[in-house]
């Protein structure tokens, strides 16, 4: 195809008119970027201000996750630790109790005082597991479970004890 054919010379612009077309083009396509403006302030305060918030509940909310969870473990060692105590206390009993029964006592004292051992022993085991595997609330439940029967063991020597006197 022929530029003539299609446009004679005359209709062509001169190179004046192009350097004008073009810069009126160019002028139109890429607006001048005034840099104070390009930043746009309002969006970064807003932005900083909803990561600080962010920020601050995810905190809260560690924290509070954090204290809760500890203040159940905490109260729970408690209650383990003074059942521990009561029970180690009442141990330094049980060899007093024996050299005070009568004679044929005796061996009923020394047979609850040998199971009281073995109720330890199975109290220990608990614990370890609890402490290597987890506590689980069946595990609780048993260790509690066994606190109380040693307990009741230990009150059934001095009781008995106590009416045979």
């Known amino acids: 195809m022929d530029k003539q054919k299609i446009y004679p010379d005359i209709d062509l612009p001169t190179g004046q008119e192009k350097e004008k077309m073009w810069s009126a083009i160019q002028s139109h396509l890429s607006p001048t970027i005034n840099p104070e403006n390009s930043f746009h302030w309002r969006s970064f305060w807003i932005g900083n201000a909803a990561a600080l918030l962010l920020l ?3 905190i809260g909310i560690y924290s509070t996750t954090k204290y809760m969870l500890s203040d159940t473990r905490l109260s729970t060692e408690r209650m383990y630790t003074a059942l521990s105590t009561a029970t180690d206390q009442l141990k330094e009993i049980t060899p007093i109790l024996i050299e005070q ?13 040998e199971a009281i051992a073995e109720i330890d022993q199975l109290i220990e085991e608990l614990k370890t597991d609890m402490l290597l595997h987890g506590a689980t ?3 609780q439940s048993n260790l509690k479970q066994l606190y109380a029967t040693k307990l009741d063991f230990y009150r059934d020597l001095l009781l008995n004890e106590e009416t045979k006197s």
Do not use: R
């Open 101 to 113: 029964a009568e004679s044929q006592n005796k061996s009923s004292i020394k047979s609850t005082a």
């Open 56 to 58: 601050f509940a995810g």
């Open 137 to 139: 609330p069946s595990k």
